[in-house]
């Protein structure tokens, strides 16, 4: 499936490594998107991760725009697991926010037809209704 976005992964990890991970963790035997290293961890302290008396990064997950701008972030403790398919519906949200900007993707919102919100005040206290109308 072409969603129209690179995804790159990046880890405090050096390069060896995650070949040594692609080469033996089945579960990366598919992957086709590039493994960026971060030995330093220069750009895990960029992105205010980086737990400096551990020296180790929290695990962050980060949706991009093309122009550089963060469009979401999610940080999670170092032994938490991400969701593809939360982080999918993050993606498609933002994807379809970016040009329908006067609404809004409620919670359970997962692809193009699902229900919007039209943000206002005269929608705050009435969400249910709105979604349930």
């Known amino acids: 499936m072409k969603l129209g976005a690179e995804v790159v992964t990046v880890s405090c990890d050096t390069q060896f490594t995650h070949l040594a991970w692609q080469r033996e ?3 990366l035997a598919d992957v086709k998107y590039p493994m960026g290293a971060d030995p ?14 551990a020296g180790l990064p929290l695990r962050g997950t980060f949706i991009i725009s093309p122009a550089g701008q963060l469009m979401n972030g999610a940080v999670n403790f170092l032994n938490m697991g991400r969701n593809i398919d939360e982080l999918m519906r993050l993606f498609k ?7 329908k900007t006067d609404e809004g993707c409620p919670s ?3 692809d193009e037809g699902d229900a919007t919100l039209k943000p206002s005040a005269k929608m705050v206290g009435r969400v249910h209704e709105a979604l349930n109308d």
């Open 93 to 99: 949200a933002n994807m379809y926010l970016a040009k």
């Open 40 to 53: 330093t961890g220069s750009l895990a302290r960029m992105f205010g991760v980086y737990l400096e008396d």
């Open 25 to 27: 963790e089945k579960q």
């Open 108 to 110: 359970k919102w997962k």
